[in-house]
């Protein structure tokens, strides 16, 4: 299932903040879109998984969702967006729940995201006790429970420390080495871009528009830390962006 | 590196205090100096006897009022006004408060009504209540229920507001349906604004029964209370009046154990 984005534009009264997004998403890939602050990626992300509607423009999604796909658009969340008061295992069944799966159906699906997101031995802790990173793991692996179409994950690494980014960024290479999944991917890191995107979105800063779309062709179990190749990708994106994101720095905010 | 001359000094600790610390025993000691030193102070004719009871005279009523039964005579009839009107009102407040967390109109409706009823003192309306609900127990429950009922119904829908947004947007991502919501994301969320809320509510709602037993009943530790003062034995007052804060104390205690059951996901 791919996702078309056509001549999408938004304001929050007379702030504008998006204009004429029009982009297309393939399946099998992931895109990511990054942006100096407040160009609007993450409300982009929203109007992707229909939490917002745009005020121009829509959002589409061509071709059906693929066979046991139970929420063909997921969210994966920079605040992991746990719910505190359950279980690791816990967590992963609320989302199964509501589609009926329960029992003996539901502990292989749990057992086999949480074996894949490498959490088997946690299924029964609670958030409080895990470390940043097992938390977007957990996360992850909910997100995967629901077979989803296409993950729609808004900056999932910025919360953690930058060694805890490089262990993530490692587990979803090899998720996606292992099947590939469909993922619009927001941050602002250059670095993950370069990393896990198989084209990288520029865009403008507010009023967010697109700049430049850039691909990059190395496969991603091949792409390392410090990688050369990477490195001229990641120059090459930074200097699209340098004065905007000095402006956008500058910028009162609330107009 | 500092040359050989230079003198060292130890960095001065500043860092402590104000965090709290359980120290389980200091709170018993208090109450214990305190008893021994009214005890002293009648002894010895510090205090005078029509300014405070002595407090062995108080344990010694208390036993009294054990062995003859009375204190079960007022005890049971009490406990089950209080335990009937704060669960009505405490249940219909706790469902007020949810409703108008969830519904901007309901909340728009109800919440200067609420606002309104609030600060009426509760015990005001008693004569009422004995029209609405009868002399017997009926006008008592409603007098508990409805003291309950206000600080409860506040708390809760502030829990509610409370909740955690990015949760709910979460539910909504996976496609929760709204009552999946409501129930495993919202409540959870709110329990602990609304069991902080309770702990209030019910102080007053031992309050409210008080108040109410005074007004008229037969048995009660209200009625107790009053005609141990009308009489002025001091020691009878004060032996019902303990028990009103062991009272208080037990319903405290029995909440901390509920939020620990409940609430054992807080860090």
Redesign the interface.
């Known amino acids: 299932m791919d996702i078309r984005l056509s001549g999408v534009s938004h304001a929050y009264g007379q702030m504008e903040v998006m204009r004429d997004i029009t982009l297309d998403i393939p399946s099998g890939q992931i895109v990511c879109i990054v942006g100096p602050s407040g160009c609007g990626k993450s409300t982009l992300l929203r109007f992707i998984?229909g939490?917002e509607r745009p005020d121009q423009g829509e959002v589409l999604q061509m071709g059906a969702p693929p066979e046991g796909c139970?929420?063909p658009?997921?969210?994966i969340?920079q605040?992991f967006?746990l719910?505190?008061?359950?279980s690791v295992a816990g967590n992963v069944s609320?989302?199964l729940?509501?589609h009926g799966i329960r029992g003996t159906r539901a502990r292989e699906i749990i057992d086999d995201v949480l074996d894949r997101t490498k959490l088997t031995d946690f299924a029964k802790a609670?958030?409080?006790q895990l470390s940043g990173g097992m938390k977007q793991r957990v996360a992850i692996a909910?997100a995967l429970a629901?077979r989803p179409a296409v993950m729609l994950m808004d900056e999932p690494l910025s919360a953690l420390d930058s060694q805890t980014r490089e262990l993530l960024m490692d587990d979803l290479i090899a998720l996606w080495t292992r099947t590939p999944f469909t993922a619009v991917y927001v941050t602002h890191n250059l670095a993950e871009a370069v990393r896990l995107g198989h084209s990288i979105v520029v865009l403008s800063r507010r009023p967010g528009q697109i700049r430049e779309i850039v691909e990059i062709r190395k496969p991603l179990a091949e792409r390392g830390f410090a990688d050369p190749d990477l490195e001229a990708q990641q120059k090459h994106l930074w200097n699209l962006m340098r004065d905007e994101a000095r402006a956008a720095d500058a910028e009162l905010l609330h107009g | 590196m500092a040359d050989p001359g230079t003198t060292a000094r130890r960095v001065d600790f500043r860092g402590g205090g104000f965090a709290p610390q359980s120290r389980r025993w200091v709170g018993l000691v208090v109450f214990v100096l305190l008893i021994a030193f009214a005890e002293w102070g009648t002894r010895t004719g510090f205090i005078s006897a029509l300014t405070l009871p002595k407090p062995s005279d108080v344990l010694e009523t208390f036993r009294q009022l054990y062995e003859t039964g009375l204190l079960w005579k007022h005890l049971i009839p009490s406990l089950s006004r209080l335990a009937v009107g704060a669960a009505l009102g405490a249940s219909v407040g706790i469902g007020v408060g949810v409703l108008i967390g969830l519904f901007s109109y309901i909340r728009a409706g109800l919440v200067p009504l609420i606002a309104a009823i609030f600060p009426i003192p509760k015990i005001a309306l008693l004569p009422l209540f004995v029209i609405w609900f009868g002399i017997d127990e009926g006008s008592k429950y409603a007098l508990i229920a409805f003291g309950t009922f206000t600080p409860t119904v506040v708390a809760t829908y502030g829990a509610v507001d409370n909740v955690d947004r990015?949760?709910i947007?979460?539910g909504?991502?996976?496609?929760?349906?709204w009552r999946?919501i409501v129930l495993?994301?919202v409540l959870?969320?709110a329990m602990p604004g609304i069991l902080s809320g309770l702990r209030i509510s019910l102080a007053i709602a031992i309050i409210l029964l008080v108040a109410a037993e005074m007004l008229g009943a037969e048995y009660g530790i209200g009625a107790y209370i009053l005609e141990a003062g009308a009489l002025y034995d001091l020691e009878r007052l004060f032996a019902g009046v303990v028990i009103l804060s062991l009272l208080g104390v037990l319903v405290s205690a029995a909440i901390s154990m509920i939020e620990r059951q409940l609430?054992?996901?807080?860090?």
Do not use: C, H
């Open positions: 998984g939490l139970l929420n658009l997921t969210y969340f605040d967006a719910l505190p008061w359950r609320l989302v729940e509501d609670l958030p409080k909910r629901v | 990015s949760l947007r979460m909504q991502s996976f496609g929760l349906s999946s495993k994301i959870p969320g609430l054992g996901w807080r860090t």
